[in-house]
């Protein structure tokens, strides 16, 4: 295991986000993940990327 594998971030602009993995590592299940309202992001426990909410995502447009 690298360092570079637990700092993977992907940016994401919906508090649903779909998880598989990369390809790099082999991938996993596909597994929904919610983006946390009060952090704007969420880890993944398979693969440990990082998803983080766009900033240019608002918290309204979120919550619908
Ligand atoms: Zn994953």
Redesign the pocket.
């Known amino acids: 295991m690298t360092q570079k594998d637990l700092i993977d971030t992907v940016a994401v602009t919906t508090n649903d986000v779909a ?3 990369t390809g790099a590592s082999g991938g ?1 299940p596909r ?1 929904w993940l919610h983006i946390d309202p009060a952090t704007r992001d969420v880890v ?1 426990p ?2 440990s ?1 990082r998803f983080v909410l766009d900033a240019g995502v608002t918290a309204a447009a979120v919550q619908h």
């Open positions: 998880c598989d993995g996993h597994v993944c398979y693969c990327r």
